[in-house]
């Protein structure tokens, strides 16, 4: 079974411009979470999705906003690049979400430089 | 609300030699609880987690972590550590039987191994 994707690996944008980032979960799994991961802060909830529809939602700015897609696909945006948006950022999928006894299974993260 | 303390950032730690990583949490309900472990420049993997039944559960790569339920804590242990064991791991806590709760995770704890 592949495992969790994401996709581009690493970027690099200057501030006040948008990035898109997608994560392709294993197949089956109903819900996607995506995470900001930082040497200061550590690993900071964004939201999950779950069958389309988000689920939860951390405490990140409105310029954070995701979307999940029928085949389970999501991508996350980010509007207006702060240089504090730069971070690792994470996916992880599940079959039953977050709230659950399920294991998420993460993608290798994507890196995101903002100069 | 509820919590999750590692209390500490970092544990060096000799090759060969036992090693414990703590984690409390706070909680008024039963629970679901996880370890996961990222290596270096990777996403996170699951070591273990404690669902229910025997408060001793087993992971890969020789890790174990008892459930206390009466000190809320959940620790990590091995008994003897080798330099592949360089990592950040981190414990996160779920509300079972609560679909929409999202896990909480610690901070980590960075594993330093010195040869």
């Known amino acids: 079974k592949a495992g969790v994707t994401q996709t581009p690996r690493y970027l690099i944008k200057t501030r006040g411009q948008q990035v898109t980032l997608s994560c392709s979960p294993i197949?089956?799994?109903?819900?996607v979470s995506w995470y900001q991961q930082t040497p200061g802060q550590g690993l900071q909830f964004l939201f999950e999705?779950?069958?389309?529809?988000?689920?939860n939602k951390g405490n990140f700015p409105g310029r954070f906003s995701g979307r999940q897609f029928s085949n389970s696909r999501s991508e996350m945006n980010v509007s207006t690049l702060e240089l504090g948006d730069s971070a690792l950022y994470l996916c992880?999928?599940?079959?039953?979400?977050?709230?659950?006894?399920?294991?998420?299974?993460f993608g290798p993260g994507t890196r995101l430089t903002v100069l | 609300a509820q919590s999750v303390t590692q209390l500490d950032s970092q544990v060096p730690v000799f090759e060969e030699a036992p090693v414990e990583l703590r984690c409390n949490y706070s909680?008024?309900?039963?629970?679901?609880l996880f370890w996961y472990v990222q290596y270096p420049n990777q996403g996170l993997q699951l070591l273990l987690k404690y669902l229910s039944g025997s408060t001793l559960v087993k992971g890969i790569n020789g890790f174990e972590a008892e459930f206390n339920k009466s000190q809320t804590s959940f620790h990590l242990r091995k008994p003897s550590v080798h330099i592949s064991d360089t990592a950040e791991y981190f414990c996160a806590v779920s509300r079972s039987m609560d679909s929409n709760y999202q896990l909480i995770w610690g901070a980590g704890t960075k594993l330093i191994i010195k040869p």
């Open positions: 909680s008024s309900v039963s629970v679901y």
């Open positions: 992880a999928s599940s079959y039953s979400g977050t709230g659950s006894y399920d294991t998420q299974y």
């Open positions: 197949s089956g799994h109903r819900s």
């Open positions: 999705y779950f069958s389309e529809t988000q689920r």
